[in-house]
């Protein structure tokens, strides 16, 4: 990723198809290079500032190489977030941000105001991250920015689709869904990694909200609305993975007993030859759709790994190996992994943005999966007794 041409001058270029291996270009319409994703850029500032302070020690020449490119994204995105007062789904080439309408139509998209949205999430998380790295002195505005994605989304003014006008109206009519409390919920172990931990008091109203009101006691899983059937298991395993990094080793038994029996019931109930179907039934457990994207099967590592270190328990250590396995069986190809297969093999299926993932579910997972797992190999008498 570091080596390509970077789009626009700064920005992080992983427009490859991952079936072809071939770059996109201006023939791709919004795959190609004149559209800049919002959220990937986001993702990709968190996981290079996070993987620069990784290999230092590693690796110095490759952090070094991260460090260019992210210094150079930092101020990139500061700029368009200083600019807006928002970051926004998708820019065209003048950096206007802009949305394709499910018609096909290319729409100018309103000024967000006071709605926020999931690119919102991941420019405050990258900006935090890179911040910390990069220019400590920021750090202040982008936690107050922070601070108004979390009221954004207490306070239902947070719009998930960003494929639409965004306004407050939109974001009100939207199905509660869990989902944005549980992407930001993410950030909360970034803070307590730089030194902010006073700024993560909403990680424990987010985990004590998504379980009251979306934990199905008879499935184990998630709803991703309250009272429907539908469950994004991957997104469950996520939640348990950013709840556990936040939690730190301090959480109360009993929750850590619940968020165990969330990543066991997902996992046990999602995963199918070849990893962890996009949906599945809370009633029947049957999977609801016939994609298997890559993203869960590092997020389950993460989750495995952080629970295990929490519980020493052999059972959560055989997700880990499973959900490893898996991923390294059937997605990756030795330098980036298939977005998503079917049972019958890759297929261009494009879940969020067409852009590959810039190390954020993958590497970030997997740097969780190592730190869980040198830490537990310093303990003397490990692993603990099941739960």
Known sequence: MIPRPRLAGAFLNTKVNSLSLSDYGDADGLRGPSYLYGWIQGRGLEAVATHAEFFETEEPTLAAGLDE?????????????RRDGHGYFCYDRDLNPVYLSSDGVLHRQSTADGV????????????????ARYAPADLPEHLTYLAGVVDAIEQRRFQMDERRHLSPRAALDEPEDFGPRMILLGAAGLLHRVGRSEHSAFADRFIAHILKHYFDPQSGLLRNVPGSDVCNVGHGIEFVGFA?????????????????????????????????????????????????????LPETIRSAALCFAATGDGEVLRIWEQADHAFFTHY?????????????????????????????????????????????????????ATM
């Open 69 to 81: 490119a992210g210094l150079a994204l930092y101020h990139a995105l500061r700029d368009l977030q």
């Open 116 to 131: 926020f949205t999931y690119s919102d999430a991941f420019f405050a998380k990258g900006l935090i991250a890179g911040a």
């Open 244 to 296: 556990l990094d936040h939690l730190q080793g301090s959480a109360e038994p009993a929750l850590v007993k619940q968020l165990q029996s969330v990543l066991h019931s997902s996992f046990s109930r999602g995963f199918v030859e070849p990893g962890l179907c996009l949906s599945v039934s809370a009633a029947t457990g049957n999977c609801l759709s016939p994609y298997f994207p890559w993203w869960s």
């Open 332 to 384: 990756w190809r030795g330098g980036l992994a298939y977005q998503t297969l079917t049972r019958d093999g890759p297929v261009d299926f494009v879940p969020a943005t067409p852009d590959l993932d810039p190390g954020y579910h993958t590497g970030l997972s997997l740097l969780a999966a190592i730190h869980a797992a040198d830490w537990v190999l310093t303990q003397p008498d490990y692993p603990k």
